[in-house]
């Protein structure tokens, strides 16, 4: 018995096939033909200067509601700790001894418990914690990141987040996937083919640009609004780039404007893929799992990459961890030891339009990339500092930290000091001994 195709189903498949066709031309025409002459039409703009006009105007709804229905949405807090009136040492000694059984002003051991529990509040609400937690927002943004305490407000407050749910999932969400698919599909298969070519000037030329391509191409993946700024001070070839870590795609943001040679560790699967491909038309250097316990390995092959002037400049993360946009934490000093000169850049993101913050301990990397494809889009701005040289006897470690202090001024980023200072544990200790000292003074007198 044959198989009987009604005319419903060819008027379907039809109709599909033309869908199909109208969403790839749109598609071609408008995002990835732009992207691959780096040319942009205003429209992401324009969206972008939209939605903060809805922001602003879904904020006033929300205070004048709160106000309404006297909700507290906009209470301060910090991370469900409530802060106390400030007390001296010895107000708060005084205060342990009195619920214990001593009342005798020398050393007790009750007074440890003071000391024990301000180091158990720094650790808890200290501020290298907090930059491994999503930045809070002044206002909400329309997107499930909104303060906790939110209750329903207005009706047309809540029909314009549904509508942004329809528009980020039904229409953004599989635009950025076709794109994100198509962007890294002509990445394997590009890159792969000018691996065939011999070693010079053409290979080189048709590498950056398939590089350049593929990457602007992922750049509209993610609907992503970049600033550059002082493109003038760009790293030079045979150069090391060191950059503040806030996600996974700092990679692709810098990488639009400028091919870098990576730095990483060998992954399997579709990774695997992409990185074997990307390695045959550029030298990235990949490392095996055994290898990057090697440091001097590791060093051998950075150091002998910088000595080639006609080799791309090097793109590495010194933090070697993702921070929340608002700091930048200890650079370790590995790649400083390498080269003399260092090509610093600041990224700052705007987290209005979405959070960008890779938070590896709470979402995976599918997730994570989820969440990115559903926001409204990344915002972000980029500043390519002026080449820093190392000092006449400077270490590592000080070099660093000047590069390092430098990011974080002019991404407007906190340059967070990982180690306490001894000057603060010697404070302490001061303050106790000036009281048990006065004690025994005071009693003399008497």
């Given at each position: ?22 969403w ?24 972008m ?86 930045e ?34 039904c229409?953004l ?52 609004i ?92 010194p ?28 990224i ?48 590592a ?50």
């Open positions: 018995m044959g198989l009987i195709i009604s005319p419903f189903d060819n008027l379907l498949c039809m109709l599909l096939g033309i869908s199909f066709t109208v790839f031309t749109l598609l071609l025409v408008f995002i990835i033909v732009p992207a691959i002459f780096g040319v942009s039409f205003g429209i992401r703009t324009l969206c200067k939209t939605l903060l006009k809805v922001f602003v105007w879904a904020t006033l709804r929300i205070e004048r509601g709160a106000k309404e229905k006297n909700h507290h949405l906009y209470k301060p807090y910090t991370n469900g700790i409530i802060a106390k009136e400030p007390t001296s040492l010895e107000e708060e000694l005084n205060e342990i001894r009195r619920s214990g059984s001593s009342r005798d002003l020398n050393f007790a051991m009750s007074d440890i418990f003071y000391f024990c529990r301000r180091g158990v509040e720094s650790i808890v609400d200290d501020e290298v914690t907090k930059r491994f937690s999503a809070e927002l002044e206002s909400w943004n329309l997107l499930t990141r909104s303060n906790y305490n939110f209750q329903h407000i207005s009706t047309r407050l809540t029909v314009l987040w549904g509508l942004g749910v329809v528009i980020r999932y229409f969400l599989p635009l950025r996937l076709t794109l994100a698919i198509t962007g890294v599909t002509l990445l394997v298969v590009f890159t792969t083919i000018i691996g065939f070519l011999p070693n010079g000037r053409m290979k080189n030329f048709l590498s950056e640009k398939v590089h350049l391509m593929c990457y602007r191409i992922c750049v509209r993946a993610l609907t992503a970049i600033t550059y700024h002082h493109s003038e001070n760009k790293p030079k070839n045979g150069g090391i780039c060191v950059a503040n870590h806030t996600s996974p795609i700092d990679v692709i943001i810098l990488a639009s404007d400028g091919c870098y040679a990576m730095v990483g560790q060998i992954h399997g699967g579709l990774m695997g893929v992409i990185q074997r491909s990307m390695v045959k038309a550029c030298p990235h250097i990949w490392f095996e799992r055994s290898e990057v316990k090697d440091r001097h390995l590791v060093a051998k092959r950075l150091s002998d990459h910088v000595e080639d002037k006609s080799k791309l400049p090097i793109l590495i993360f933090e070697g961890t993702c921070i929340n946009n608002t700091s930048v934490m200890m650079f370790k000093k590995g790649s400083f030891e390498i080269a003399s000169t260092i090509y610093p850049v600041a700052k993101y705007d987290p209005r339009f979405g959070d960008a913050f890779w938070n590896s301990s709470k979402f995976g990397m599918v997730n994570y990339l989820l969440r990115m494809m559903s926001s409204w889009a990344i915002v972000c701005s980029v500043w390519y500092l002026p080449p820093m040289n190392r000092q006449e006897g400077e270490d470690v000080q070099f660093a930290n000047r590069v390092k202090a430098a990011i974080a001024r002019q991404g407007g980023l906190v340059d967070l000091l990982c180690k306490v200072k001894d000057t603060f544990k010697e404070e302490q200790q001061k303050q106790y001994s000036r009281l048990l000292v006065g004690t025994h003074e005071d009693r003399s007198r008497s």
